[in-house]
Nanobody, 124 residues
Framework: QVQLVESGGGLVQAGGSLRVSCAAS????????AGWFRQAPGKEREFVAA????????YYADSVKGRFTISRDNAKNTVYLQMNSLKPEDTAVYYC?????????????????WGQGTQVTVSS
């Protein structure tokens, strides 16, 4: 089993920045793709960003492209999501996910493990 723990969520004003982190632990944690998803109240969970094991392949949802940056530090088993120019519509619970495959996916079913989520609230 792989445990994922998100941190860094909070309340920020529109236009501000926030960085959320996802620390992985458990079984040998290596060679896995990682992604971030989010779910706003009353809406379905949606893809935000994903990164391959070595960071060579990165994908973003159109809604966050140019504002969010996904990165990872494999030595620390941690994946980050830097969020800049935040908008009220970015308000959601943000979940990190890990896939046993190193191949990057943008669908929820591409991922095998999920964190518990961290709340990000952007005020107008």
């Amino acid at each position: 089993q792989v445990q994922l723990v998100e941190s860094g969520g909070g309340l920020v004003q529109a236009g501000g920045s926030l960085r959320v982190s996802c620390a992985a632990s458990g079984r040998t944690v290596s060679n896995y793709a990682a992604g971030w998803f989010r779910q706003a109240p009353g809406k379905e969970r949606e893809f935000v960003a994903a990164i391959s094991w070595r960071g060579a392949n990165i994908y973003y949802a159109d809604s966050v492209k140019g504002r969010f940056t996904i990165s990872r530090d494999n030595a620390k088993n941690t994946v980050y999501l830097q969020m800049n120019s935040l908008k009220p519509e970015d308000t959601a619970v943000y979940y990190c996910a890990a896939a046993l495959s190193p191949r990057v996916g943008i669908l929820a079913h591409d991922y095998d493990y999920w964190g518990q989520g961290t709340q990000v609230t952007v005020s107008s």
